[in-house]
């Protein structure tokens, strides 16, 4: 029963949005086209490996070198529907929305926002040179004089509920919406996070291989006028 609820949720989301819009495919099922990579091993060593692959029409991150995967377009105010399952030991990962400058934290990873998909984490919010505010700030990342989006400082935002994923190797839906300066992420039905004040509201979207394989079969993106209840 708590499945057939999350699923009406799911589908739900289409007519709550407020518009008609066609969805767009980040991913096209075939290569990378519409993407770049952004791996710093890459960069002076010609045996590193890339490691955002197509397997049996899936996007894949192998994990490591640790990098991103960039769009080539920038995208403001939309639904971003992930499907995606840890393909071995589940570990770390991540969606980055509103992503702009490239190596703005640690030489690694772009100015922008993260949506966490780290294994019983998926849902926290981690501040990469773009912040933003949530309910209860100091309960969900501690005291304020530790808070900043650079190296050293309180970044991460903890969600609201860590029991909304699926065993490791399920598959999981994620939904990122953002809107101006509004960011809510759902998992699996649930709603996970919801943040306002985002210091950015627009740029491009990426996704991470930091350290586990994780596979995405679904990547669509829809226009929207207003965020889902």
């Known amino acids: 029963m708590k499945n057939i609820l999350r699923l009406t949720v799911i589908l739900m989301f289409a007519y709550l949005s407020g518009t008609n819009a066609q969805s767009i495919s980040l991913f096209n099922g075939e290569d990378l086209n519409g993407w770049h990579v952004d791996v710093p091993e890459m960069d ?14 899936m996007l894949v991150s192998l994990g490591t070198p640790g990098g991103h995967l960039i769009t080539d ?11 995606y399952r840890f393909a071995g030991k589940p570990g ?8 702009s400058t490239p190596r703005a934290l640690y030489n690694m990873f772009p100015k922008s926002m993260e949506v966490q998909m780290m294994h019983n984490n998926a849902g926290d919010f981690w501040c990469i040179v773009e912040d933003i505010k949530v309910p209860d700030m100091e309960k ?43 960011v809510k992420v759902w998992v699996n039905g649930d709603l996970v996070n919801h943040g306002y004040d985002c210091t950015a509201d627009e740029g491009q979207i990426a996704v991470q291989a930091e350290g ?18």
């Open 44 to 57: 002076d060593n010609p045996a590193a490996r890339n490691p955002f692959i197509v397997r049996d029409g």
């Open 73 to 83: 377009k920038i995208h403001k105010d939309y639904r971003l529907e992930v499907d």
């Open 92 to 99: 770390n990962c991540g969606i980055l929305v509103h992503a």
């Open 140 to 182: 969900r990342r501690g005291r304020p004089e530790e808070w900043g989006i650079t190296e050293g400082k309180k970044r991460r935002i903890r969600n609201l509920t860590e029991k909304s994923e699926h065993k490791p190797g399920e598959w999981n839906t994620m939904i990122i919406e953002c809107l101006d300066r509004e």
């Open 212 to 229: 586990s394989e994780v596979e995405f079969r679904k990547l669509e993106l829809t226009p929207i006028t207003s965020l889902s209840d």
